[in-house]
Nanobody, 124 residues
């Protein structure tokens, strides 16, 4: 059974940075793709970034392109989301997700496994 545990959220001022981590366990993830999604209060969960566990390709939402970077450490079985130049509109609960596939998807319905989420709050 795949388990995903996010960490690294918190309160940060606009323009600041945070790095989210997602510890993955229960499988060898070489045949998986990983994604980050977020959900702001009163809004639907939306795609942020995705990558194949082996490294490429990577995809980003237009709203975060150039500011966020998705990466992983295979030895630590950990997925990361480096978030720079944060804006108040980035405030949301951020979720890590996994899907047994060879091609990253932007569609949350394609992901079978989800973490519990970590709160990111960006103050203006």
């Amino acid at each position: 059974q795949v388990q995903l545990v996010e960490s690294g959220g918190g309160l940060v001022q606009a323009g600041g940075s945070l790095r989210l981590s997602c510890a993955a366990s229960g499988r060898t993830f070489s045949n998986y793709v990983m994604g980050w999604f977020r959900q702001a209060p009163g809004k639907e969960r939306e795609f942020v970034a995705a990558m194949s566990w082996i490294g490429s390709p990577t995809y980003y939402a237009d709203s975060v392109k150039g500011r966020f970077t998705i990466s992983n450490d295979d030895a630590k079985k950990t997925l990361y989301l480096q978030m720079n130049s944060l804006k108040p509109e980035d405030t949301a609960v951020y979720y890590c997700a996994a899907d047994r596939s060879n091609w990253p998807s932007r569609n949350l319905a394609d992901y079978d496994y989800w973490g519990q989420g970590t709160q990111v709050t960006v103050s203006s």
